[in-house]
């Protein structure tokens, strides 16, 4: 019970940071400003509506669910594009907006974009990855930088979502963060993100400020999620960091859903909470069963 629980956190999780996040993006709220599923924000969301963070994320839910792996998310994908979405980033539209449909030409188009390709866009949404893959360690590593690959070459970006996705997985199954350091002890990268994510746990957000850049938004996330005392708290924390809030709770979010699951999150926010493609808590509940075999 306590498993699917925290199963059943991650997705919600993913979302309710997300939709918290949406009125607040690219603010930075004054610590008397109460935070809350209030919508508005640049792209005038409706209260509790999430936005493309958490849009891709069931996009790649989906694929995995129906067994149609990569080549499943790229027309996700490009099927959520269709549907002229009021917030995208940057990056990612230079790749969908090829009409690309299958995984092998998407990634092509991703390795082929010039200048800066470590964007937040793989991470916000690589948490439904660790959902299909709780019983292949290595499966989940590999999927994660994969899909991350579709839209993001950067190497930043797949070790993040590899991250990520790798101590989502481990939280959903043991209750605890330790993934993240079970990862490091395993991956080449160690002398690059244990540092940074050291430096998270001990810093302020203004040390990593720029945090639409996949590095930033990481460190954010983590900040966040070690010095806050629940759930809800570390989600207001992401908000009150400031810049690109709905990404970096919804990156929270599903770390933070996996480890204290949905049952931690607070009833009106699960109430509230909807979005692409009218899907609602209860959807993504269903969604979460599909994709662990779990009944409800």
């Known amino acids: ?38 919508g508005g924000g640049p792209f005038d969301w409706a209260p509790g509506e999430w936005t493309d963070d958490t849009s891709m994320a069931v996009c790649v839910a989906r694929a995995l669910a129906d067994g149609t792996g990569l080549d499943g998310v790229a027309q996700q994908f490009g099927a959520w594009y269709d549907t002229n979405p009021a917030d995208i980033g940057n990056q990612t539209r230079s790749v969908l907006s090829r009409r690309s449909r299958s995984a092998s030409d998407m990634t092509a188009v991703a390795s082929s974009l010039t200048g800066r390709t470590g964007g937040n866009g793989s991470l916000m949404r690589t948490a439904p990855v660790a959902l299909a893959y709780l019983d292949d ?39 605890s963060y330790d993934g993240i350091g079970l990862y490091l002890d395993r991956s080449d990268t160690d002398d690059f993100w244990r540092p940074l994510l050291d430096a998270a746990e001990t810093g302020v957000p203004t040390d990593f400020a720029n945090n639409g850049w996949v590095v930033h938004a990481l ?78």
Not at 237 to 262: E, N, Q
Request: with cysteine.
């Open 1 to 38: 019970m306590n498993q699917n629980d925290r199963a059943q956190g991650v997705l919600l999780g993913t979302a309710v940071g997300d939709a918290l996040g949406a009125g607040y993006e690219f603010t930075h709220p004054a610590a008397d400003v109460v935070i809350d599923m209030i």
């Open 137 to 175: 360690e290595n499966g989940c590593i590999q999927a994660a930088n994969s899909i991350s690959a579709l839209t993001h070459s950067d190497p930043r970006a797949g070790e993040a979502c590899e991250m990520w996705s790798f101590a989502i997985r481990h939280a959903v199954l043991h209750g």
């Open 219 to 296: 460190q954010t996330a983590w900040w966040a999620i070690t010095n806050g005392s629940s759930l809800p708290e570390s989600l207001e924390l992401c908000v009150r960091a400031g810049g690109d809030t709905d990404t970096t709770a919804a990156i929270a979010g599903g770390l933070l859903g996996a480890r204290w699951g949905a049952s931690a999150i607070p009833d009106e926010w699960t109430r509230k909470v909807h979005g692409y493609p009218g899907y609602d808590a209860a959807d993504l509940a269903a969604l979460t069963d599909t994709l662990t075999g779990a009944t409800s």
